[in-house]
Structure formats: C-alpha cells, structure tokens
Nanobody, 123 residues
Framework: VQLQASGGGLVQPGGSLRLSCAASGLDSEYYAIAWFRQVPGKEREGLSCISLSGGRTYYAESAKGRFTVSRDNGKNTVYLQMNSLKPEDTAVYLC?????????????????WGQGTLVTVSS
C-alpha cells in the first residue's frame, strides 16, 4: 500500500487549498483514509477521515466548518478541501490508510502513511 499526498503550498490567510491523497495497492474497498497535520514540537493532530466503502466521514473540532473531506473511489483518491485558512493551519499535512470499518482520526489505527505535503498560510 502506498499513499501520495499533494496540493500543499503557500496561501494567504482566508484562502483555500485542496489536498489530494492518492492510494495504490489497496486490496479491497474496506479502507479508510484520514488526514493529519504535524507541526514541529507538537503532537500529530487528526483532522478528518472518510471510509472508502460507505463514504462515512468524521471531523475533529479543529476541522469542522472549514475543511471538507471527499473521495473519488474510481481514482482511489481522497481530497481535503480547506477554506478560510489561518496562519495556525500552517503544518505538514499527511494522509494515512488502513483496513477498517468506518474511520477514525486516531493515528495509531493506521499503518500506512504518505510523505506529507507542506501548507504555509502567510501574507
């Protein structure tokens, strides 16, 4: 199983970005993909997740209202649409996957991780 995250970059406060996480090597539809972010010196933060089979989603409080997770099963790709970005959203954003029913933003539940994509929110 491999994950490729992309879509990060520099954006002004209030702007938007859409991150992509392309998965390969999945052997069934019963996988979930989750988004996390990491800031140096801080714990990895779970943001949102989606189950590839039923499309069930979950959002952490920090992601509710501004972030939207979606999937394209035909491409085995999950997206994270981020709106109204703030400087405190600056981080490396990572996606992770594993076999499960439903989804979770608990990092220990995932064995497969992408390399991360840097999002910088600054004027």
């Amino acid at each position: 199983v491999q994950l490729q995250a992309s879509g990060g970059g520099l954006v002004q406060p209030g702007g938007s970005l859409r991150l992509s996480c392309a998965a390969s090597g999945l052997d069934s539809e019963y996988y979930a993909i989750a988004w996390f972010r990491q800031v140096p010196g801080k714990e990895r933060e779970g943001l949102s997740c989606i189950s590839l089979s039923g499309g069930r989603t979950y959002y952490a409080e920090s992601a509710k209202g501004r972030f939207t997770v979606s999937r394209d099963n035909g491409k085995n790709t999950v997206y994270l649409q981020m709106n109204s970005l703030k400087p405190e959203d600056t981080a490396v954003y990572l996606c992770a996957t594993d076999r499960m029913v439903g989804c979770t933003v608990v990092a220990d539940a995932y064995d497969y991780w992408g390399q991360g994509t840097l999002v910088t929110v600054s004027s």
